[in-house]
Every structure is written in C-alpha cells, then in structure tokens.
C-alpha cells in the first residue's frame, strides 16, 4: 500500500505498477479465505 501513495520521482509509474499488485493481493486472499472454503463445504 506505501508504494500507491508514496510521493516524488517515478511515483505516478511505481503507482500505476501498484495498483494491480495490490489488488491481486486483496482477490488472492479473497479467494482463499472464503470461495476455496465455501466450495469445499457445498462439494
């Protein structure tokens, strides 16, 4: 997350290479949190 915000040289492109890590982040723990389980309980 500091290297979305984060301010000065090269920060717009740091930031725009950021964005999609973070939010793979967030659907990865998404996914193993609660689809993988909920999958597992309905098979």
């Known amino acids: ?3 979305m915000l984060g301010e000065g040289t ?6 725009r290479l950021a964005a999609p890590m973070v939010g793979g ?3 990865a723990v998404l ?3 609660v ?3 909920a ?4 098979w």
């Open 25 to 27: 982040a967030q659907s």
């Open 35 to 37: 689809v993988l389980p």
């Open 10 to 15: 090269g920060s717009k492109v740091r930031s």
């Open 1 to 3: 997350m500091p290297i």
């Open 31 to 33: 996914l193993t949190l």
């Open 39 to 42: 999958a597992f309980l309905l």
